[in-house]
């Protein structure tokens, strides 16, 4: 509308007229012109995040491979403990006698890092831990319980071996059936992706068998504990023990060894053939055509 000089003078007619002023004043990001991409731009834009996210994933990969390798190792090297702890337990009752107390540190504590190892292991598999087992609630309750458990034992004997060595046996033996399950996980997790087992219809029911399976091998190791009193129980009972664990560590390697192999797989074809391993990709022109402003 026009507007006076201020002074008395003639009327004049604004520079800018109101409609004018309201679009100078809007977002550059509504006007169309400026949204809209032109298409080689668009295409430069989502190869320039396709690239990104290739190097995460590519990153992602060879963190994972080197974190099995260790773990990897650290499987053998807990092989080791367990044959040492059987050759202590092979001598004679003087000699176990005298070196009880570092033997049951090094079994105790040995026993934890390695329930801690067995959840790295799953951590860092490049399978989704829905492939590995099909309840990942119930996979994550046993984890937390076997590492949680397998620490107060060791714990206890750590204070006082003479006060808390029963107590911690009968922890330690019960917490076999989550340990067990979950090197029980591990193996038909191993078995599955390599299709070795064939029938599909014997995964419907394998947490039944797994379950099943840990709770016998519980069951004895308590029962051997328990009924066969004094020395000779607990001799045999850990017999049993390193066995089973030195079988629990030569699993949770093979998991490993075959979770480095997997991601070293996935790192080669990423190399041969970068979009391979990107089934979500999107063809950029037709993606950016459908988000700009009309």
């Known amino acids: 509308m026009p507007v006076g000089d201020g002074k008395g003078g003639a009327l004049r007619q604004p520079l800018i007229s109101e409609d004018e002023d309201m679009r100078q004043l809007r977002m550059p990001s509504t006007d169309p012109s400026m949204v809209r991409w032109k298409e080689p731009e668009a295409e430069r834009v989502a190869v320039g995040t396709q690239q990104v996210l290739l190097e995460y994933h590519l990153s992602s990969l060879r963190t994972k491979s080197t974190a099995n390798y260790i773990i990897a190792i650290?499987?053998?090297?807990?092989?080791?403990?367990?044959?040492?702890?059987?050759?202590?337990?092979?001598?004679?009752?003087?000699?176990?006698?005298?070196?009880?107390?570092?033997?049951?540190?090094?079994?105790?504590?040995?026993?934890?890092?390695?329930?801690?190892?067995?959840?790295?292991?799953?951590?860092?598999?490049?399978?989704?831990?829905?492939?590995?087992?099909?309840?990942?609630?119930?996979?994550?309750?046993?984890?937390?319980?076997?590492?949680?458990?397998?620490?107060?034992?060791?714990?206890?004997?750590?204070?006082?071996?003479?006060?808390?060595?029963?107590?911690?046996?009968?922890?330690?033996?019960?917490?076999?059936?989550?340990?067990?399950?979950?090197?029980?996980?591990?193996?038909?997790?191993?078995?599955?992706?390599?299709?070795?087992?064939?029938?599909?219809?014997?995964?419907?029911?394998?947490?039944?068998?797994?379950?099943?399976?840990?709770?016998i091998i519980a069951i004895v190791q308590l029962s051997i504990y328990n009924f066969i009193k004094g020395e000779d129980g607990e001799q045999i009972a850990h017999f049993f023990e390193f066995i089973f664990e030195m079988i629990s560590a030569g699993i949770t390697f093979w998991f490993a060894v075959d979770s480095k192999i997997m991601c070293d797989r996935k790192i080669a074809n990423i190399f041969r053939n970068p979009m391979a391993e990107y089934s979500w990709q999107l063809d950029a022109r037709d993606y950016f055509r459908d988000s700009v402003v009309e």
């Not at 053998?76 to 702890?85: A, E, H, S």
């Not at 330690?172 to 038909?188: G, H, K, P, R, W």
Request: hydrophobic share 50%.
């Open 74 to 215: 650290l499987c053998l090297t807990y092989i080791g403990v367990n044959l040492t702890c059987l050759v202590i337990n092979s001598l004679s009752e003087e000699k176990r006698e005298e070196f009880e107390l570092p033997f049951h540190l090094l079994e105790f504590w040995a026993t934890f890092l390695f329930a801690v190892l067995e959840v790295c292991a799953l951590a860092v598999s490049p399978q989704p831990i829905t492939s590995v087992y099909g309840n990942p609630l119930l996979l994550k309750a046993v984890m937390f319980a076997n590492v949680t458990v397998s620490f107060v034992p060791a714990a206890l004997v750590t204070f006082s071996l003479e006060t808390f060595e029963i107590p911690a046996h009968q922890v330690e033996y019960s917490n076999e059936i989550t340990m067990s399950f979950v090197d029980l996980v591990l193996l038909f997790s191993i078995l599955k992706s390599k299709d070795a087992l064939g029938a599909k219809d014997f995964f419907l029911d394998s947490s039944t068998i797994m379950v099943g399976l840990a709770s």
